[in-house]
């Protein structure tokens, strides 16, 4: 199933970095199971030197070389024209952001921006940049490099898919070389996350060119940690630490990305030494890993992924309006059941859809618990009784029994549905599993309604925003609230969360959206997986934190003794 | 033999108008577009995004207009350019991954040829005997393997175990700083699972294609009057048996093109191989139309050049047939 | 002609695999010790024991009652498929050969296009494009391999068209086209069903390939190629998950091909031993 994944991982699972600051909900779906959640964890996202310096490791060095496992090859190298995971992993080593989320993931940090000021109406954001940020062509950084990227991606001649949160842009005004201030039509509270990687472009190189066609999205010049050196289509792309990087020159001298598009091969390749890091499966976490030959080679890390994994009820079928249906299919499945056969115990139980650990997840949700006997007096409570005595419910003649649908080439959420399968078949409830390829299954099946049960999953963002997937204005055709979920008062509290600034208030509305979607179950939120790099021993200066372990890449290095690749400078 | 050669070349052009309709057809049914796999589920894209992605592709048109188009070019040797948001023309996707797999089948086509046609003429020649029950149980079972299976289970024992071969790619990571014997060395080295594997799996086809043509010819007249004459059996078998017995095999090669280059796709996935098979397999799932009509057309292309090849030889090698 | 296979080792052996095979796909709901979709989450990954013959699988099914069912499928898919190339097959060669001139040469030119596609892509592209059910795979399947069926039976007919008893039967009234039924057709059943046999080879192993890709038969629904492909991440932690669908495969595909080759042999007098 590898080749299927990949054209579904690559295109759905966005990166989590980018997910997070594309600001709204971020709501690109994980299409690619076992595979996506490592990828998540090859992220990099420098930080301050300073903050590195990791306990009684040997001297830091420069040289080496990493190499990673991608199972699909990039395809363009600007940002805001990419539409799938390599891409935007490629790019994020050439390219910074404005500002970031740190390592904590509770509040943005600056890059490229020294500071900012987002005035009291929250009307107006200003910027100063850093002046001692150099293209690596030379030539210098300013705002007017982000105004080109801001005109270039609201052009409607770009074929771009980002553009809709630069479109609440009323005004861009230069105010200097190193200064600008956005103006803003509404108070749009994920304005300032949206201000990322990808809103930098060298102006000096792609003025009055077609940035569609440009030869850029294939030799590019950043300004990021690292330096383009050479891409050999659908087998290695190559990186060059960046001497020059404003936050410190990287300890290992060359990135490459080696394109294996079968996962087995990927792990076979990590076993004999052909690649430095990947992620694991769960299975391979648990039981592949664990011999001594991979305790003295590799260090493997585990924490809590960007992604849930829920199962959706198409609110239009009768058979899920009545809200007893759906809190007795919540009771019916075992949802730790499912983290541990699937996941190997690798994950946790979800129970709404902020990610656990972060401040927006309410705590005081209350869950549902593994109670098939009150399953079952939910369902006969809405009418559903075995009447016929054939062990399945029915209702006016008709037996209970529905499909469950999901995508193509991602073995957890197929997993996953078996299990919810034999759980409801325990409370009389006949379930059909069924997969779909990517593309069919939401062009045929999502967007046209026609699914009674999913089991997807998406990215969780870092902005609260869910607008997309809950308000009752998102369940039109290609629209995100397919399941078709309505409710005034999570309407209004939406509408009010993107307008409002105040952390705290911010949080006592999305804290009510929660109580309501866990007292409604729309979805049955099932489980959060953890994401499971495995590393090479010699890297050192890894730091875990609750954004994983690639925040501080460019910190990394080998020990001098310990280099594996001569690389010359 | 000049008119044989344009009237075969002319009877290409329906061939190959009928197979780029068939695979326009096959696209013009599946659901979903290369623009739905970009903005699908991409909370950012605006139905207006999604409609000008659509006329940049030239999808907003009918189906027989877009065919029209892309024969147009195709008339001037265009292959158009690639849907995927590189940009690249089909051509130069293509020219990448082509000489991998014609090279990677020609070794193959070698090596099961080396192997094939001495196991087919020994097997004939002692038809029954414990070496062609032997051969034909060893050819059936690299047949009867599921070549992914076969292939993990070679790269764990002599990549992983071992360690005495690589487990994927075609090079290195350090080739560039090799001597140029290690260069080669090293490409070889890289080589050896996969060509080998192929021609594992492929080598029953061919053997008992032999065996079974040595079979007939043995059985011809002209034979048992050598035999009669007193002339032993291995220059019965090898001075006149072989050359007639070869002559069905050269066709079925040539047929045999085109499931060459399909059938790579496994291989190469799992060989992290960037040849046409795999090019081909993420082009349908991304619905990178260019490039899948470009392959089909080029595949098919190469197909009846194959089959005109052996069709010459075919004349060649016959006597009977040159007179014509 | 029994007896002649049956004087043929090889072949009688690929009979019995052949034979067997169909005992155990006929008896898989009495034979498999348990539901092939009930799962064990206390048992998962189990090597295999008195409780469970081959294992268990990644979610604690039992590889012995997913084995036998997938037996079913796989073998469903191998006679379909072929089932729908010959009746394609025997039905254009038919009539190509029968009405000769135009309808000849246009089936023919047909069957080069279709020799000239490389069928897998064919497959590949259908199969991504609808949707990989079962049926899907089996439609696709036959529809891609009917070309040499066709060739043969086209060419048994010419020649027969070409025959005195044919002319005298048509000088005696009877309409040709129940001849050919009659006559042309049961001479051309012997090599047709040959093919037949080495089809159904093939088409399991298409079947696996796809499921590596992930286009096979779609699980829960067991096939040996889709267990074959979960077998394929635990390679190193669960030899049992890849070893039976492999062997069975591979044991299975042999058969057919033994047996396949075995008849030729008996039904081709060219081929006969001295």
């Keep these: 199933m590898a080749e299927r994944a990949t054209a579904v991982s690559r295109l759905a699972a966005i990166t989590p970095a980018l997910a997070a600051l594309v600001a709204a909900a971020s709501l690109l779906l994980h299409g690619c199971g076992d595979g996506s959640d490592g990828d998540n964890a090859q992220r990099d996202d420098p930080q301050s030197p300073a903050a590195s310096a990791a306990g009684a490791d040997p001297a830091p060095a420069y040289g080496d070389a990493i190499v990673f496992g991608t199972i699909g090859d990039g395809s363009t190298l600007i940002p805001m024209l990419a539409s799938d995971s390599s891409s935007h992993e490629y790019a994020s080593h050439l390219f910074d ?34 002046r001692d940020v150099h293209w690596t062509d030379g030539v210098a950084f300013t705002a007017r490099d982000v105004q080109f990227a801001f005109d270039t991606i609201r052009d409607p001649k770009t074929m771009t898919a980002y553009a809709e949160d630069y479109k609440q842009v009323q005004r861009f005004e230069l105010l200097g070389d190193y200064d600008f201030r956005v103006t803003y039509e509404k108070p749009f509270a994920p304005a300032l996350a949206s201000w990322n990687s990808m809103m930098v472009l060298p102006r000096h190189l ?230 779909v390829e990517w593309s069919a299954f939401i062009n045929d099946f999502i967007d046209k309604r026609r699914f009674d049960v999913i089991v997807l999953g998406w990215s969780l963002s870092l902005d609260p925003d869910q607008y997309d997937i809950w308000h009752s204005s998102k369940t039109g055709y290609k629209q995100f609230n397919f399941v078709g979920f309505k409710n005034a008062e999570v309407d209004e509290l939406l509408e009010k969360g993107r307008r409002t600034f105040d952390e705290d208030e911010r949080r006592r509305i999305y804290d009510r959206v929660q109580e309501i979607l866990v007292e409604q179950q729309p979805y049955t939120f099932l489980y959060v997986p953890d994401s499971l790099p495995i590393v090479a021993s010699r890297f050192h200066g890894i730091e875990e934190a609750p954004a994983g372990i690639s925040w501080n890449f460019p910190q990394w290095y080998v020990p001098t003794a310990l280099q594996k690749y001569t690389i010359a400078p | 033999m000049l008119s044989y050669l344009a009237k075969r070349l002319a009877g290409f052009v329906p061939l190959l108008l009928g197979i780029s309709f068939v695979s326009f057809l096959v696209m013009a049914m599946a659901p979903g577009t290369p623009v739905d796999l970009m903005t699908d589920l991409n909370p950012k894209a605006s139905p207006e995004a999604r409609e000008r992605l659509e006329k940049f592709y030239g999808l907003d048109q009918p189906l027989y207009v877009q065919y029209g188009l892309w024969l147009g070019r195709i008339v001037q040797g265009d292959l158009g350019t690639s849907f995927s948001r590189d940009r690249r023309p089909v051509l130069d996707k293509i020219a990448e991954a082509l000489p991998i797999t014609l090279f990677l089948n020609v070794l193959d086509l070698a090596l099961i040829l080396g192997l094939a046609i001495p196991i087919g003429i020994y097997s004939a020649a002692r038809q029954y005997s414990l070496v062609d029950r032997a051969t034909t149980v060893f050819v059936f079972i690299g047949f009867a393997m599921p070549s992914f299976w076969v292939a993990l289970l070679a790269m764990m024992l002599f990549g992983e175990q071992l360690g005495w071969l690589p487990i994927s790619g075609l090079r290195s990571l350090d080739y560039d700083s090799m001597s140029a014997l290690g260069q080669i060395g090293d490409r070889v080295r890289h080589l050896i699972l996969p060509v080998g594997i192929a021609a594992l799996t492929g080598l029953a086809g061919l053997s008992r294609y032999m065996r079974s043509s040595m079979l007939e010819v043995l059985r011809q007249d002209y034979i048992q009057t050598a035999r009669a004459k007193g002339l032993s059996e291995t220059v019965v078998v090898y001075r006149h048996a072989l050359r007639n017995a070869l002559l069905p095999v050269v066709t079925i090669l040539g047929l045999s093109i085109p499931g060459l280059i399909g059938g790579s796709v496994i291989a190469e996935t799992i060989f992290a191989i960037p040849g046409m098979g795999r090019l081909f397999y ?43 | 002609m029994l007896r002649r296979l049956l004087r043929n080792p090889l072949a009688a052996a690929g009979g019995l695999i052949v034979l067997a095979l169909f005992a155990a796909a006929a008896g898989a709901p009495w034979l498999a010790p348990y539901d092939p979709s009930d799962f064990d989450a206390a048992y998962v990954l189990d090597g295999p024991s008195v409780r469970h013959l081959l294992g268990t699988d990644g979610l604690g099914r039992d590889v012995l009652s997913r084995m036998l069912f997938g037996a079913r499928v796989s073998l469903m898919v191998g006679f379909v498929s072929v089932g729908i190339a010959s009746l394609v097959g025997v039905t254009l060669g038919a009539v190509a050969g029968y009405f000769r001139g135009v309808v000849d040469t246009v089936l023919m030119r047909f069957v080069d296009v279709m020799l000239t596609f490389p069928t897998f892509f064919l497959i590949l592209a259908v199969i991504a494009y609808l949707d990989a059910s079962i049926w899907n795979i089996m439609l696709v399947i036959g ?116 047996l396949g080759e075995g008849l030729r042999d008996v039904l081709d007098p060219r ?4």
């Design chain 3, 271 to 274: 081929l006969r031993a001295r």
């Design chain 3, 143 to 258: 529809l891609t391999s009917w070309m040499g069926v066709c060739r043969l039976v086209r060419a048994e007919v010419l020649s027969l068209r070409e025959r005195d008893f044919l002319v005298a039967a048509e000088a005696l009234g009877m309409k040709p086209s129940r001849v050919i039924l009659r006559h042309a057709l049961p001479n051309a059943m012997a090599p047709v069903f040959v093919a037949g046999i080495l089809g159904v080879a093939g088409a399991i192993l298409v079947e696996s390939a796809l499921s590596f890709l992930g286009i096979g038969v779609q699980p829960p629904q067991p096939s040996w190629g889709n267990i074959l492909t979960e077998g394929k991440s635990t390679l190193g932690v669960a030899w049992w998950l890849s070893v039976c669908p492999g062997l069975a495969i591979l044991i299975t595909v042999l058969g057919y091909n033994l």
């Design chain 1, 206 to 435: 792609l003025e009055g060119k077609d940035i569609n066609e440009t030869d850029f999205s294939q030799h590019p010049v950043g300004l990021g940690s690292h330096v383009f050196e050479s891409w050999e289509r659908n087998t290695r792309f190559t990186l060059r630490a960046n001497p020059e990087y404003y936050r410190g020159r990287p300890h290992i001298e060359q990135v490459v990305y080696r394109v294996i598009p079968d996962e087995s091969t990927q792990f076979l390749e990590l076993k004999s030494g052909g690649l430095d890091m990947m992620g694991l499966t769960p299975l391979q976490f648990r039981r592949q890993t664990s011999s001594q030959t991979f305790d003295r080679g590799f260090r493997k890390y585990r924490y809590v992924s960007n992604s849930y994994t829920y199962m959706g009820y198409n609110l239009d079928n009768p058979l899920f309006q009545d809200v007893r249906v759906r809190r007795a299919f919540t009771h019916a499945i075992n949802k730790q059941e499912i983290v541990d056969v699937v996941l190997f115990g690798l994950g946790r139980a979800a129970e709404g859809p902020y990610r656990p650990g972060t401040t927006w997840l309410n705590k005081n949700l209350r869950p549902y618990g593994f109670d098939p006997a009150k399953a079952k007096a939910l369902l006969a409570e809405a009418g559903w009784r075995d009447s016929d005595g054939d062990g399945i419910l029915d209702k006016d003649g008709q037996p209970f029994s529905f499909k469950i649908l999901t995508n193509q080439g991602n073995d957890q959420r197929l997993k996953t549905a078996t299990v919810i399968q034999k759980r409801l078949r325990d409370i009389g409830v006949d379930v059909a599993v069924r997969v």
């Design chain 2, 282 to 324: 993420t082009s349908v799932l991304m619905r990178d139309y260019p490039v899948v009509m470009g392959i089909t057309l080029i595949g098919a292309v190469l197909t009846l050049l194959g089959n005109l090849l052996a069709d010459l030889m075919y004349v060649a090698v016959d006597p009977r047939l040159r007179k014509r």
């Design chain 1, 97 to 130: 952001g404005l500002l970031e989320y740190d390592k904590t993931l509770s509040h943005l940090e600056p890059r490229l921006a020294r500071s900012w000021e987002v005035s009291p109406d929250g009307l107006q954001i200003t910027f100063h940049l850093r």
